[in-house]
């Protein structure tokens, strides 16, 4: 997904958790265009309130490829069209404004970094900043449920290494393509400062 919708989505939260019921239109649309796989449409209504189904919803849309914003968008037309108009004005509205400095220069980290694949000391300085945000990063890398289960069963007491043991599967299971850059492309959407993450990586 286009880093810009990732951000609306993120800034748009709390609004579509107030105004969105997530109801089976939307998710079979979704299902329907390849959006969401059939694990997804349980996961979703597994959850026992609206405001959560939604949120998973969110949390997974941003992992689903670069179709997922303009497929959720369509799935609104019919039952919340304020929803797709605000979305799509606020769209248009970040298309006229001079294009921010991208998040990896934001950072600052050397350009000779950022091809290389990161050090387990890199991966446990950023496992110790992660929080609540954990699971969407690693979602956003590639990690499925299952994985992220996993790394919970394995350390049930320490939310830091379930981090880190997430993100060494990440590794191992990309090798010279999981590098600094696509970590900090998926960190975009966390409240890490990019001087923070500068410091990470040096």
């Given at each position: 997904?286009?880093?810009?919708?990732?951000?609306?989505?993120?800034?748009?939260?709390?609004?579509?958790?107030?105004?969105?019921?997530?109801?089976?239109?939307?998710?079979?649309y979704?299902?329907?265009?390849?959006?969401?796989?059939?694990?997804?449409?349980?996961?979703?209504?597994?959850?026992?309130?609206?405001?959560k189904?939604?949120?998973?919803?969110?949390?997974?849309?941003?992992?689903?490829?670069?179709?997922?914003?303009?497929?959720f968008?369509?799935s609104?037309?019919?039952?919340?069209?304020?929803?797709?108009?605000?979305?799509?004005?606020?769209?248009?509205?970040?298309?006229?404004?001079?294009?921010?400095?991208?998040?990896?220069?934001q950072?600052?980290?050397?350009?000779?970094?950022?091809?290389?694949?990161?050090?387990t000391?890199?991966?446990?300085?950023?496992?110790?900043?992660?929080?609540?945000?954990?699971?969407?990063v690693?979602l956003?890398?590639?990690?499925?449920?299952?994985?992220?289960?996993?790394c919970?069963?394995?350390h049930?007491?320490?939310?830091?290494?379930?981090v880190?043991?997430?993100?060494?599967?990440?590794?191992?299971?990309?090798?010279?393509?999981?590098?600094?850059?696509?970590?900090?492309?998926?960190?975009?959407a966390?409240?890490?400062?990019?001087?923070?993450?500068?410091?990470?990586?040096?």
């Amino acid at each position: 997904m286009d880093p810009k919708h990732k951000e609306l989505l993120r800034s748009q939260r709390l609004f579509l958790v107030e105004e969105l019921l997530v109801d089976d239109m939307i998710i079979q649309y979704l299902y329907q265009e390849e959006i969401l796989t059939e694990s997804h449409l349980e996961e979703i209504q597994s959850e026992s309130s609206n405001r959560k189904k939604t949120l998973k919803l969110l949390d997974i849309l941003p992992t689903r490829g670069s179709r997922a914003f303009h497929h959720f968008i369509q799935s609104l037309e019919k039952d919340f069209p304020w929803i797709k108009d605000k979305l799509l004005r606020l769209c248009a509205e970040d298309k006229e404004s001079p294009p921010p400095l991208s998040f990896t220069v934001q950072c600052g980290v050397p350009d000779h970094i950022l091809p290389t694949v990161p050090t387990t000391q890199h991966l446990n300085r950023l496992a110790a900043l992660l929080s609540s945000e954990w699971k969407s990063v690693l979602l956003d890398l590639g990690l499925s449920s299952a994985d992220l289960y996993r790394c919970c069963v394995d350390h049930p007491h320490a939310v830091q290494s379930q981090v880190l043991a997430g993100l060494v599967v990440w590794t191992q299971r990309n090798g010279r393509e999981a590098t600094v850059r696509r970590l900090l492309q998926s960190l975009q959407a966390t409240d890490i400062l990019p001087s923070v993450l500068q410091q990470v990586f040096v």
